[in-house]
């Protein structure tokens, strides 16, 4: 029972490269969400999904993009790197908005843009 | 979602209930609180909600007030390993979104 798989773990990237944040859940949940974390402050969302094909912006989505083509994967793209996209990011995931579901978190990825 | 106000950080000695208490003043009627842990930068985990009544779990109790205002979150025998950040979080049901603020800080000091 895996849970949420994030991958890599850790990235160091140059200003303007590109990669992809790769998520992944064994739970068979529809919501999925992508989170970043500065040093020191609470996780602010980025981008949300309640299902495949279904995406939403978050509080903080300038310069990322994400797609749900299945329901077990969530990617979480960065298409020119800035030294602000310096953070750690987490991937969630949750049945449904029932209140009765709490949220499964992955490990996450820090990535630093250098 | 209702706002939540907690304390910057927080300390209990090893063995002692560590209460952590969170203010939710302009919560609404189906409106829930949650809470979650972070330990060490590692994913935030799911402990506790409640609406109105108070809650038990393997983890911990959530004791909330009668008018619904504050809330208490209980670990009642506190050991090093509950040492992390507690996020206290309201939301309504149909909302898909869980949004955190910078939480509380707890130490247990040995």
């Known amino acids: 029972n895996a849970g949420v798989t994030q991958t890599p773990k850790f990235r160091i990237l140059k200003i303007g490269q590109s990669m992809t944040l790769q998520c992944t859940q064994d739970?068979?949940?529809?919501?999925m969400y992508w989170y970043r974390q500065d040093p020191g402050m609470g996780l602010k969302l980025i981008y949300y999904?309640?299902?495949?094909?279904?995406?939403d912006k978050g509080e903080v989505p300038n310069g990322y993009n994400v797609s749900r083509s299945t329901t077990e994967d969530f990617p979480l793209r960065l298409e020119l790197a800035a030294p602000s996209q310096t953070s750690v990011y987490f991937c969630a995931s949750t049945h449904r908005t029932g209140i009765n579901y709490g949220y499964t978190f992955g490990s996450g990825t820090r990535l630093t843009v250098v | 979602d209702a706002k939540t106000t907690q304390p910057t950080s927080m300390d209990c000695a090893e063995g002692r209930a560590a209460n952590l208490p969170c203010n939710h003043s302009?919560?609404?009627?189906?409106?829930?609180v949650y809470w979650y842990r972070q330990i060490h930068s590692q994913g935030p985990q799911y402990i506790i909600h409640?609406?109105?009544n108070n809650e038990t779990n393997e983890m911990a109790s959530l004791i909330i007030t009668e008018d619904r205002k504050s809330s208490t979150l209980i670990l009642p025998h506190a050991t090093l390993r509950d040492t992390a950040v507690y996020y206290c979080?309201?939301?309504?049901?149909?909302?898909?979104?869980?949004?955190f603020g910078t939480g509380t800080r707890l130490t247990i000091i040995p």
């Open positions: 409640g609406l109105k």
């Open positions: 302009t919560i609404s009627g189906n409106e829930y």
């Open positions: 979080i309201v939301r309504g049901g149909g909302n898909e979104k869980l949004t």
């Open positions: 999904s309640v299902g495949a094909g279904i995406t």
């Open positions: 739970m068979n949940h529809n919501y």
